[in-house]
T-cell receptor
């Protein structure tokens, strides 16, 4: 199992604040995905990044893939209580092997 | 239909029981997955089926036995489980193999408790 380390592991912030979550590995991935999971539900895909250095924006969320395709970051601007959840990065290899990062549990306090 | 349906939602079983978890999708996806997730931990890959054939087994103990009867169905047969096997079992599917933009669609999971 390839290890993807996320930091921080837990994050509790006030509504309106900005935050960044990091996903790091020593492995190179063909693509990297970010998922959000709410309690009692399966993860839901937010974005896929494929090209080294790629930046994608999804409303208040900005995703970046490292130049070497080993790391990624998720930045949330003006966090809202609805952003609360478990954020998971997942690295993909060929052959349908998707391995999840260690997870970041985000709580946004109204 | 963009759903992956898992049944049952909750399951309590003894260590000598035999039970099965079921997963169904009608999106025409040809890859299906089982993941195990402990509380506040990330999902761990268990098995991958590609075109109804087992392509990846992440060294899962034989008390877990997967089965893919057809392209829409995926089962996980459970026998002689241990209390440490208690977890959320997630099924996922994806369109096809080897595409870097491939997206995993997850079911809501089966919360399993082994007594």
């Amino acid at each position: 199992t390839q290890l993807l380390e996320q930091s921080p592991q837990f994050l509790s912030i006030q509504e309106g604040e900005n935050l960044t979550v990091y996903c790091n590995s020593s492995s190179v991935f063909s693509s990297l995905q970010w998922y959000r999971q709410e309690p009692g539900e399966g993860p839901v895909l937010l974005v896929t990044v494929v090209t080294g250095g790629e930046v994608k924006k999804l409303k208040r969320l900005t995703f970046q893939f490292g130049d070497a395709r080993k790391d990624s970051s998720l930045h949330i601007t003006a966090a809202q209580p609805g952003d609360t959840g478990l954020y998971l990065c997942a690295g993909a290899y060929t052959g349908n092997q998707f391995y999840f990062g260690t997870g970041t549990s985000l709580t946004v306090i109204p | 239909d963009t759903e992956v349906t898992q049944t049952p939602k909750h399951l309590v079983m003894g260590m000598t029981n035999k039970k099965s978890l079921k997963c169904e999708q009608h999106m025409g996806h040809r890859a299906m997955y089982w993941y195990k997730q402990k509380a506040k931990k990330p999902p761990e890959l268990m098995f991958v089926y590609s075109y109804e054939k087992l392509s990846i087994n992440e060294s899962v103990p034989s008390r877990f036995s997967p089965e893919c009867p057809n392209s829409s169905l995926l089962n996980l047969h459970l026998h002689a489980l241990q209390p440490e096997d208690s977890a959320l079992y997630l099924c996922a599917s994806s369109h096809r193999t080897g595409d870097p933009y491939e997206k995993l669609f997850f079911g809501s999971g089966t919360q399993l408790s082994v007594l």
